[in-house]
């Protein structure tokens, strides 16, 4: 992941699709991480690439979040169990449902002041 490709804060995701997201103003091309204190690029683009490396920053903050969504793009896939297990041990629920769904439900709790993270797949077209 490049670290340097950074947003120094967690806010709202304004817009999807084209292959980004616009959010605080910017237009951030790819797949997108929403952790509390930084909004970052997020090098997965499909869901066979969700693994335990890919979400290792969302790990590191899991004692600051009570939710993960996870936006698989257009479609929804099954999370592997083993992963899964690894974040509710941390005390994480994972919702894992297509990128759309994740955007809005990720905008909701934040709006609600929820302790909530997001790792969003890019999708070209919005549903």
Do not use: K
Not at 15 to 34: D, E, I, K, V
Not at 58 to 80: K, N, R, S, Y
Not at 96 to 101: K, P
């Amino acid at each position: 992941m490049n670290e340097t490709r950074h947003f120094p804060g967690q806010v709202g995701i304004d817009a999807y699709g084209n292959g980004g997201f616009r959010f605080a103003g910017l237009s951030h091309r790819g797949s997108l991480l929403c952790l509390p204190g930084a909004m970052q690029a997020w090098e997965v683009n499909e869901a066979a690439a969700i693994t335990a490396e890919s979400l290792a920053p969302a790990f590191a903050v899991a004692d600051e979040i009570d939710v993960l969504l996870i936006g698989l793009g257009p479609d929804i896939a099954a999370i592997p169990a083993p992963l899964r297990d690894a974040f509710r041990a941390r005390g994480v629920i994972v919702e894992a449902v297509n990128t759309g769904s994740a955007v809005r439900t990720y905008n909701v709790l934040l709006a609600e002041e929820r302790a909530v993270a997001a790792a969003l797949i890019a999708v070209d077209r919005v549903r």
